[in-house]
């Protein structure tokens, strides 16, 4: 069992930056895909970042691409993502999410993780 929990959402100013957190518990967790996904009003959740267990492999949504960084200490067993140059099409509900069994390269698909934090609000102003 995988409880996962994100903070650090808010709101920005657009071109300003936000860094989230999300720690997870449990064991094995640098053997775990962790993936950040988003929601906005009226939309659906989409993909933003993903990483490996080892951070060797790293994925975007083109939409973040350059403006956005995903790491993980798996030490302290979080994941990171760093949200600069903000925009207020950035404005939803952040999610967490980890894959403990094989994913293969299937890292931007939401049905691919098992455990999800609860999410945390970010509001960009224009």
């Known amino acids: 069992q995988v409880q996962l929990v994100e903070s650090g959402g808010g709101l920005a100013q657009a071109g300003g930056s936000l860094r989230l957190s999300c720690a997870a518990s449990?064991?094995?967790?640098?053997?775990?895909?962790m993936g950040w996904f988003r929601q906005a009003p009226g939309k659906e959740r989409e993909f933003v970042a993903a990483?490996?267990?080892?951070?060797?492999?790293?994925v975007y949504a083109d939409s973040v691409k350059g403006r956005f960084s995903i790491s993980r200490d798996n030490a302290k067993n979080t994941v990171y993502l760093q949200m600069n140059s903000l925009k207020p099409e950035d404005t939803a509900v952040y999610y967490c999410?980890?894959?403990?069994?094989?994913?293969?390269?299937?890292?931007?698909?939401?049905?691919?993780?098992?455990?999800w934090g609860q999410g945390t609000q970010v509001t960009v102003s224009s």
């Open positions: 999410a980890a894959s403990t069994g094989y994913i293969g390269t299937s890292y931007t698909q939401s049905s691919r993780y098992n455990y």
């Open positions: 449990g064991r094995g967790f640098s053997r775990e895909v």
């Open positions: 990483s490996s267990g080892s951070a060797a492999y790293i």
